[in-house]
């Protein structure tokens, strides 16, 4: 069974950096697309970040140069540097991973994320 367990969020202000991480257990993961999403109040929920098990990342543009994805297929991680945090950044930020074989995706319980001064 796929468990995704997020941590790093917090309260920042805005111009700040936060580290999120995703720890996945349950299955191999070097053949799932590993990705962040988010949805703040009232909004739909957004892949923001993702990284295929090729490494090829994809960025949302709202987020294009201030998030960094990385993986670490041998700790089976999932981490996302974010500088130059905004307060239209708040939101609950969630650890995706599908499956490129099967399609099947699964999103972790989340971890809130507050830009706030």
């Known amino acids: 069974q796929v468990q995704l367990v997020e941590s790093g969020g917090g309260l920042v202000q805005p111009g700040g950096s936060l580290r999120l991480s995703c720890a996945a257990s349950?299955?191999?993961?070097?053949?799932?697309?590993m990705g962040w999403g988010r949805q703040a109040p009232g909004k739909q929920r957004e892949v923001v970040a993702s990284?295929?098990?090729?490494?090829?990342?994809n960025y949302a543009d709202s987020v294009k140069g201030r998030f960094t994805i990385s993986r670490d297929n041998a700790e089976n991680t999932l981490s996302l540097q974010m500088n130059s945090l905004k307060p239209e950044d708040t939101a609950v930020y969630y650890c995706?991973?599908?499956?490129?074989?099967?399609?099947?995706?699964?999103w972790g319980q989340g971890t809130q994320v507050t830009v706030s001064s």
């Open positions: 995706h991973v599908v499956n490129e074989v099967t399609g099947r995706g699964y």
């Open positions: 990284v295929s098990r090729f490494g090829w990342t």
């Open positions: 349950g299955s191999i993961f070097r053949d799932y697309t």
